[in-house]
């Protein structure tokens, strides 16, 4: 599958793909244009001469339609983020639809010209040593297919040349020639300026950056990739969890890299600035347990004694079953049934009926409150209180999971804290030391707290 624009780029590398299709075995060769209604009459011809084109090379070709200044205004970015977003998204949902038959690759006309205006472009916005390397020969679209550059070593004046030569016509985007756009500027203005005032190979030498970045960040990946495996402790939907003395003895270099992948793991790929990796790399190293780090998005780093942890802004957000059952009876029953508690999924409290009827209130399931505080039994046998807080920071619960955590109240005396079977939660069931059952006690209110996913 093709973008094609039209113009002399699309138009070479579609001609050049058809002609070697038998010996690439290249079958349903099928194209996509994108009218992004910029120019009123011109972007109309364009469609058309695509229409036309394909119909002469006996090819199939998807007209996408859309106002782009609309959705640029709408999502607050530029008129050249919002087509190259849209023409992705036509450029999946053909290669969806053609899937059906057989792999897909989506082949696009970026050539050697646009590789140098790109990596300057990244340049002068403040890139990292990643966004060196520029674009790349193949990368995976958002729906999972191959994108493939073939022409990414060819330059704009081979392309040119290549079209007169076989008798093309493509069209010319005025639009191209005006330096309105930032791209365009560079093309036009400051990439001259650089060739006659520094470098007349300035193209090629940005070019030769690129490909030397390019595997320099290909290494480094791989160095990355290897790290971030030893460091795993725990992986689920929207939280990762690395071990932190494996991160801080790492090289800052990969220490950062490794932490990007858990990002990128927990959902985080965009809108990550230098100075938010900083700062979670100085909590790795330095910060105390219970310290976090925001990134965009809600996403979190979690420091605890031992682990750093990437929580998703909905970890947990599903509904979780916890339900609670309260059961009054005898002491005697209470004896007799103990041995029978054996559901794995649920965990067991009793407590003296009696003092429980003198809250007043029912026992209801909830979690944890600014404040809350539970009954503990000293080792002198007199009873004190604990914040839950501090009860969890005793454990070293992760905070991240800490509201996840079921207690029961009535009203608002907490009677128990129940476990959860979460990653990092290791703690058992904790009672208020205010309503335990004694041996003389009459009569049992046992709660059966049960979990699961629903």
Known sequence: MIGLSGGPDSVCLFFALHELSLELGLRGITCVHVNHMLRPGDADADRAYCEALCREMGTDCKVVTFDCNAAAAAQGITCEEAGRQKRYEAFDEAAAAAAISGPVKI??????????????FRILRGTGPDGLAAMQYSRKSKAGFDVIRPLLDTTRAEVEAFCEQNGLKPRTDESNLAPVYTRNKIRLELLPYLAENFNPNIKEALVRLAAAASEDRDFMQEQATTAYAAALRACEPGRIELGRTAVQQLHPALRKRVLLMALAACGLEKDIERVHIAAADRLVMEGAAGKTA???????LCISAAGAAIVAPDYRSETRCVKLRATEMTHADY???RASYEDTNTVYAAFDAAKLAALGAPPVLRTRRAGDRIAIAKADGSIGSKKLQDLFTDLKIPSELRDSIPVVACGNEI???????LPGCNMRMRCSANYAISADCDRIVLLEISRGLC
Do not use: M
């Not at 925001?294 to 979190?300: A, H, S, Y």
């Not at 009677?415 to 079977?421: E, M, Q, S, W, Y």
């Open 294 to 300: 925001e990134f965009p998005g809600g996403f979190r």
């Open 335 to 337: 004896e007799a049934k």
């Open 107 to 120: 082949a696009v006309a970026h050539n050697a010209d646009d590789q140098a205006e790109t990596l300057l």
């Open 415 to 421: 009677i128990c804290v129940a476990p959860l079977d």
